[in-house]
DNA sequence: ATCGATCTCTTTATGGCATAAGGATATCAG
DNA sequence: CTGATATCCTTATGCCATAAAGAGATCGAT
């Protein structure tokens, strides 16, 4: 599930984000027993907790003793709930990176931050990026990573494209522990007990695996990178492994461009 | 939304998958009306048409002249379903590149082709890497990268997170194209429209932008890529061209990888 | 030719979802 | 105290996957 952002009233969700809100003066009816901001902690801690596709309005509303309706009271509906969710949530990220340290370390915490801040809330993982939500701690977050690679020198087109480059890579490392998480949650079934069973059906189904697929036996023969902490399952250390490569990958090619645009 | 592969009961999953079949024999009851393989073209059908949110076993049954239920007799969930129709489609992928233009250029081609057959099959993105499906043109994807990239003399542990860091790129870059689109078709607003409209509120909202976010108003001020063909849209241009600098960035960073690795 | 087994496909729940519509009640300004 | 307005509820609509059960077709065995 892709969850699609600002769908509703444009006007609306960007007061709620950037909270340019009304009056607060008083008003005939009854005392709003809610406001916008419990609900929208509530509804972190339902995605939080259980994953975007347990987050339904019932779920939070029951969180808060109430039904669902009674929450659109106070947000227009679900899309624009999880547009303020979602910013909410990257408040959390850190801002200040010492420029002193350069840019290549500065990627480094910042790639390590994100990762770190994907899988304590990995719904967020799931919330389109295309038709952003332009909240105020969306561009808190850009700013910090432009921050960082403003050092590189590159120009402003260049520097777009890097960034975006980062970031599909770095969600995409998330998105793969995030998954594997989920899936052991919703199934019962550890990574650990899946693949040797998958493996025992696969060499039933097809005995002349190792001859139709040299290439991959091989690249399954190398050795799994050795458990430095027992309790991370085998998934999630490779994924790690593929995060660390992969960043300094990146780094290197990023370095790579600024010496060619340097020339 | 993310959808899991392989809920269902393994075995015949995978017997399904790699069309180890039963019998055929001539048995008591009705000719079937359907097969497995015209239901998985007809889900293709509408995932391509409508994209995966619109994947209802209703709606693949309405494409037939069926019910809903009457598939149920020949796949066992929906979850298999959308398993039979990964693997069928991946089988579009050429397999082969020529070993004699080197493995940058292998890697380009291929590149490329997994971009293009993304956005020809966008609902493929939503089906989630962990826990794969373990089909036959899924090896045959992976037996052809590794075929490539075998050439950088790279050892099958690096080699494996080079290819994950490849994925998560190409698909990251994919996907923004296709959930444009997407938005675009679900919301009837071209971002062309979209952009424009919520910047005009952004500036509201936010009056004091260019003095809270130095360095994404700078970033912005770069020069959009100028339009090589008029009919693509703004945002698709410039995923284009991240997927086109991200590349070169990669390539370069697995070069900086395999010369260390050589030395 | 007929019977029973077995298979296809349908109808009808069940319990989930977002949210539209309408109504009961609380609280304000006048 | 009245009328306006706001909160929150119940109910209904139309989706979704799929469980359960039954109608009818078609076979092998008799």
Do not use: C
Request: proline letters at 7%.
């Amino acid at each position: 599930m892709v969850v699609f952002a600002g769908q509703g009233d444009a006007r609306r969700s960007m007061a709620l984000l950037w909270r340019t809100e009304g009056p607060g003066d008083a008003r005939p009816g009854p005392k709003p027993g809610l406001s916008v901001d419990v609900i929208v902690d509530a509804a972190i801690a339902v995605a939080d907790a259980e994953g975007m596709a347990a987050l339904s309005m019932r779920a939070v509303g029951e969180r808060l003793g109430r039904t669902a309706m009674a929450l659109y009271t106070y947000v227009p509906s679900k899309s624009e709930l999880v547009d303020l969710m979602y910013d909410r949530t990257l408040a959390e990220l850190p801002a200040g990176y010492d420029p002193r340290a350069g840019w290549r370390a500065g990627v480094t915490s910042w790639a390590e931050n994100a990762w770190a801040f994907y899988l304590r809330h990995p719904w967020v993982l799931q919330v389109s990026q295309v038709r952003p939500v332009l909240g105020p701690n969306e561009y808190v977050m850009l700013e910090t990573v432009v921050g960082v690679l403003r050092a590189t020198g590159l120009e402003a087109g260049p520097l777009r494209r890097v960034v975006g480059t980062l970031f599909y890579f770095v969600r995409g490392a998330a998105q793969t522990v995030a998954e594997s998480r989920q899936a052991a949650a919703a199934t019962g079934v550890s990574d650990e007990q899946w693949w040797p069973a998958r493996a025992a059906l696969l060499g039933e189904v097809a005995p002349d695996f190792a001859e139709r697929f040299p290439m991959v036996a091989w690249l399954e023969s190398g050795p799994a990178s050795p458990p430095e902490d027992e309790s991370v399952p085998y998934l999630e250390r490779e994924a790690r492994k593929t995060f660390e490569a992969g960043l300094a990958v990146l780094l290197d090619g990023i370095e790579a461009t600024v010496d060619r645009a340097g020339t």
